[in-house]
């Protein structure tokens, strides 16, 4: 097997790997404050008051379960994601787990941030693209949670591990901001968004088969 065929394969299983999708609220770093203002302040004449300055990072990642007893959960972060250094410098994070309606605002999400244009601040972003959010207040500030997340988890910073392309981080249990039992969480599956829920397995597949 040569090693094109191997990182073939090493693809393929990435993607069929199913994981609940989440989004990963963190503080934003002074230099992100400064750089934030600079921005700003060449973009308009006007001085935004300290109000108007952006306050957190966001990103769309995963979250896999890893350790019940203390409860610890796996994010995997890119090295060049200025959210997740975020995360890893100030060693907390807030992460909602996305539900079934929030399959158009995470296509509004993906779009805005691959755009030029976009609101620097999460809080706005996230609200411009149609979540409904809440503030929770940690040691580096508040930080905004979608209000009906499947379930909205607030995380510290347990250990890391540097990968070559990006940092496994282990995030541990701090605080339970939300939960709706009744709602079926997004998956990522093959670059894809796809909701599972005991009625769709049933239905579609029978009771001894589940779709991924």
Not at 102 to 121: C, F, V, Y
Request: with cysteine.
């Amino acid at each position: 097997m040569t090693n094109q065929a191997d990182a073939s394969e090493a693809l393929k299983a990435a993607q069929l790997v199913a994981c609940p999708g989440v989004l990963l609220c963190a503080p934003l770093l002074d230099g992100d404050n400064n750089a934030a203002k600079q921005t700003q302040n060449t973009a308009s004449k006007a001085h935004p008051s300290k109000a108007d300055l952006p306050k957190a990072r966001v990103m769309i990642s995963t979250l896999s379960y890893a350790s019940l007893s203390p409860l610890i959960f796996a994010s995997n972060l890119a090295a060049t994601s200025r959210t997740g250094q975020s995360i890893m410098a100030c060693g907390l994070t807030v992460a909602s787990v996305l539900a079934q309606q929030h399959r158009p605002m995470i296509e509004a999400l993906t779009a805005a941030q691959n755009s030029k244009i976009k609101p620097d601040d999460a809080h706005l972003l996230l609200q411009e693209c149609g979540f409904q959010t809440a503030l929770y207040e940690t040691p580096a500030g508040a930080l905004p949670y979608i209000k009906d997340a499947a379930v909205a988890l607030y995380l510290t910073l347990h250990s890391s591990q540097n990968l070559p392309e990006s940092i496994l981080a282990l995030l541990e249990f701090g605080a339970l901001l939300c939960y709706d039992e009744t709602m079926p969480p997004l998956i990522r599956y093959n670059r894809n968004w796809i909701v599972t829920a005991l009625s769709n397995v049933q239905s579609q597949y029978g009771s001894d088969k589940y779709p991924v």
